[in-house]
């Protein structure tokens, strides 16, 4: 069973900074790609970035230029440094990981933290 433990989460004031962690453990076939997901009240999950296990990154339009995804695969971790945040940035924040399993045919394993909250105020 693999297990994913975000940190990093508070209130910080408009314009400040975050760094979010995400500690990965348990067994892992073949690591696909890692990400950050945020759910704010009232609002659909969305992606907020993702790094591939080749290390090619993609972001929301809303966080670019802002926040950055990085990796240490000697940690096992993943992290999301976010900039300048803003009241809209208010949310759930989820780190995932997708697995990929060769047997024969390809399935596909979809994990999520339990999510740490994030709260900035104007």
């Known amino acids: 069973q693999v297990q994913l433990v975000e940190s990093g989460g508070g209130l910080v004031q408009a314009g400040g900074s975050l760094r979010l962690s995400c500690a990965y453990s348990?067994?892992?076939?073949?690591?696909?790609?890692m990400g950050w997901y945020r759910q704010a009240p009232g609002k659909q999950r969305e992606l907020v970035a993702a790094?591939?296990?080749?290390?090619?990154?993609n972001y929301a339009d809303s966080v670019k230029g802002r926040f950055t995804i990085s990796r240490d695969n000697a940690k096992n971790r993943v992290y999301l440094q976010m900039n300048s945040l803003n009241p809209e940035d208010t949310a759930v924040y989820y780190c995932?990981?997708?697995?990929?399993?060769?047997?024969?045919?390809?399935?596909?394993?979809?994990?999520w933290g339990q999510g740490t909250q994030v709260t900035v105020h104007s």
């Open positions: 348990g067994r892992i076939f073949s690591l696909n790609a």
């Open positions: 790094i591939t296990s080749g290390g090619s990154t």
């Open positions: 995932n990981l997708k697995d990929v399993r060769d047997a024969g045919f390809r399935i596909e394993y979809d994990y």
